[in-house]
């Protein structure tokens, strides 16, 4: 009977405590559901799960990735996508005596794709069972009119971060603006584009980009089970803005509409003063109100000339040229030495032709020092290497220590070296010479050619590249390695007259790729969103005033604006002056 009572205890024990005090050997058969199991960013979801030990305090977990562009070789080029992965706390639960549980949570603003979702014990001890949500992209725009040069926002969120999903390619019109991605900021990103074209209805699209721009069809893909989740979910995104005309010219037509009101009433009021019989009017009186009827028609046809001669439409009659940047910020690393001879420079970030202060210190005591500037010469990009010009000669004063005020040199954008001879490499001043541009002329009619010229644009994979867009239409890139950084786009300015945009882009010559050595050439296209470029190229924006045809003559159409005010002017002098004669019986002939 003892025997029977210690194997009675040590059942109970099986089957009781050893479940209580280890609660994963009671949860192999748990089991998450998620509803919806796709949405976007920010949605609100409900969790549910059974199977899983009774009244237990439980975490959920969202699983990600911490992604990077990897930047490798020499010279530097994007190799790949880092995304070592990370867990994010979603919320808590707590099961009750049937070991089920039901939450709501709130899906983070994350990477577009798939995400495991799964419960887990306070210790942190994993729990079977999971359940896969699919995070989609979301898009805005706005605002929704404007004229034109109106700066459009686009705020996204879910994109990817595999080979399939980072790229994201922007339409205007049906004509490609570039591609945009958030790879280095968890799928969420937000860019500016301007307004261009003619007043009316423009239409925007985006659609997903590999292995080129506007892939389509992505479903019809059938990717493997391996690749899925590298795939966000295609969601078409189709807006419209509505492009108004320029304020200002709304402005000239309404005021010529008033004058040729005004204008028409004094006909009216002059037709009535002239045919009353002559006894009742003066001479005077005639000619007064004849000489203002003139004005007001001079006055309402010069408004209208203005307001609908081809030769101004669309064109603003106060223009101010726009010019913007968008300059991600960058860190440049300094030298390290607190000792000996050094060299400083301020400020450490600086464009072509600007003013910078290069300090040194410890130095002897009124010695000659030589500085040099390094840059980067070679037969092709592969080939470079790394030389010292000279840049001026200085002497440290009594001290040591010497500043000299010079102009940041015509060369390739990126780090550069300035030192002294004997210096230790941690002991140069480092200079970041960074992209700037220009452009030539903001107005002029349709046919002009117009020069954007940039300088400081780099020499590897990822800063040799300057794209070059119009009115939102991709036209092409340049490359400014054998040219000491200096590039200039010659461009024929085209269209109605009115406001007209250029657009420079940075862009990655050699993005990351899915088969070895081979070229990703959708990254060769203009990238919209600087602060993700994998070395924060800047991007610029100019506005250019078309106003008028290089070819206008004084043809025809021209002249139409003023031909029916001329005639009325012709008609109603003539009813000024031609005698009026009176009529029989007071009535006048049918």
């Known amino acids: 009977m003892k025997g029977l009572g210690i194997i009675v205890a040590a059942s109970l024990v099986l089957v009781f405590v050893l479940p209580i005090a280890n609660p994963a050997v009671a949860a192999t058969t748990a089991s998450l559901t998620i509803s919806p199991h796709a949405a976007v960013g920010g949605s609100s979801v409900s969790v549910s799960g059974q199977g899983y030990p009774p009244n237990t305090g439980l975490i959920l977990q969202w699983g990600t990735v911490d992604a990077s562009w990897v930047v490798t070789g020499n010279p530097p080029r994007v190799t790949g996508v880092s995304a070592p992965p990370i867990q994010i706390t979603l919320g808590q639960a707590k099961t009750d005596a049937t070991g089920s549980f039901s939450s709501v949570v709130t899906i983070p603003n994350d990477y577009g794709g798939q995400h495991v979702i799964q419960a887990l014990f306070p ?111 295609y969601i078409p995104f189709h807006a419209e803005f509505n492009m108004t005309g320029d304020p200002s010219s709304t ?77 991600p910020p960058i860190v440049v690393p300094q030298n390290s030495a607190t000792a000996g001879p050094r060299i400083s420079v301020s400020p450490d970030i600086a464009g072509v032709g600007q003013s910078i202060t290069v300090s040194g210190t410890g130095f002897g005591p009124d010695s000659q020092v030589p500085l040099s500037f390094s840059n980067r010469v070679g037969d092709n990009i592969l080939g470079f290497k790394l030389v010292n010009g000279p840049l001026k000669n200085v002497t440290a004063g009594p001290d040591g220590t010497f500043s000299v005020t010079v102009e940041t040199p015509a060369t390739l954008g990126g780090i550069h070296y300035i030192s002294a001879a004997n210096l230790t490499p941690n002991s140069n001043g480092t200079l970041f010479v960074q992209r700037t541009a220009t452009i030539n002329a903001t107005q002029g009619p349709d046919g002009s050619t117009v020069a954007v010229m940039l300088k400081g644009v780099g020499w590897t994979f990822n800063t040799n590249l300057a794209t070059l867009d119009y009115d939102n239409s991709y036209i092409g890139y340049a490359c400014g390695f054998f040219s000491d950084g200096n590039v200039t786009f010659y461009l024929t300015v085209t269209g109605a007259p009115g406001i007209h945009t250029i657009d420079v882009y940075p862009s990655v010559w050699w993005g990351p790729s899915t088969q070895t050595n081979q070229l990703s050439i959708e990254y060769r296209y203009p990238l919209l969103t600087p602060q993700d470029h994998p070395e924060l190229m800047p991007s610029f924006h100019f506005t250019f005033l078309i106003t008028g045809s290089s070819q206008q003559s004084q043809s025809a159409g021209e002249i139409l604006p003023f031909q029916p005010f001329l005639g009325l002017m012709s008609v109603a002098i003539g009813g000024v002056f031609l005698p009026s004669y009176p009529r029989s019986g007071g009535s006048d002939l049918q």
Request: charged share 10%.
């Open 123 to 233: 210790n942190g001890t994993v729990i079977t069972g999971r359940a896969i949500f699919t995070l989609e992209p979301s898009f805005k725009v706005s605002p929704a009119n404007g004229p034109a040069g109106t700066p459009i926002k686009v705020s996204a969120k879910g994109l990817g971060y595999g080979p399939y999903s980072t790229n994201y390619f922007l339409y205007w019109d049906n004509s490609q603006v570039g591609y945009f991605t958030a790879l280095t900021s968890h799928g969420a990103t937000n860019f500016t584009f301007y307004a261009s074209g003619t007043a009316g209805t423009h239409y925007i699209e985006i659609y997903q980009g590999y292995p080129g721009p506007g892939y389509l069809n992505p479903w019809d893909a059938a990717p493997s089970l391996e690749t899925q989740s590298l795939f966000s979910p």
């Open 251 to 327: 402005s000239i037509a309404v005021t010529s509409l008033v004058v040729l009101a005004a204008a028409l009433t004094s006909i009216g009021l002059f037709i009535a003063v002239a045919r009353t019989e002559p006894e009742k009017r003066s001479r005077f009186g005639r000619a007064l109100a004849a000489v203002l009827m003139i004005i007001a028609i001079v006055a309402a046809g010069a408004g209208a000339y203005l307001a609908l001669a081809p030769s101004s439409a669309g064109a603003p009659s106060v223009y101010t040229p726009q010019a913007a940047v968008v300059r």
